[in-house]
């Protein structure tokens, strides 16, 4: 299944056929910004278990923000899409910038999340 059949899935059928389509795509990465820790590679030291636990409330804190952003897509529309590294929501009503602006002024960094969005035609050109 891929993103086009889980929009799909909550579109109705219409009897005419939209000039100009949008779909928006917010992608939220599952894995901390600051999940680079300190590694033996980077500094010929062993691992520590405070160095996993620090990781460990690192992730916790991160999808904790994760859960937040997605109820928050979800109150406005979005269905979403998982990934091995990310969630992917998607929406036909809400455009790009108004997401953004929606989750910017919900307290989350631009860095917390990439939007991409698409428009399709209908028939004709563009």
Known sequence: MDWVDIVNE???????TPIVTHLTQVTIS???EDHLFTT???NNEPITTDMIRQMAGQTADHMA???SMMELLTAHGF???ADRKAIHGFSREMEAGEAKRL?????FNDRD???V????RGWGML
């Not at 579109?11 to 005419?16: A, E, Q, S």
């Not at 989750?103 to 307290?107: A, D, E, I, P, Y």
């Open 10 to 16: 909550s579109d109705t059928i219409k009897n005419t």
């Open 30 to 32: 599952l894995l901390p």
């Open 40 to 42: 033996p590679e980077k």
């Open 65 to 67: 923000r994760v859960i």
């Open 79 to 81: 269905v979403f899409h």
């Open 103 to 107: 989750l910017l002024s919900s307290g």
């Open 113 to 115: 999340f990439q939007i």
């Open 117 to 120: 969005l698409e428009y399709t």
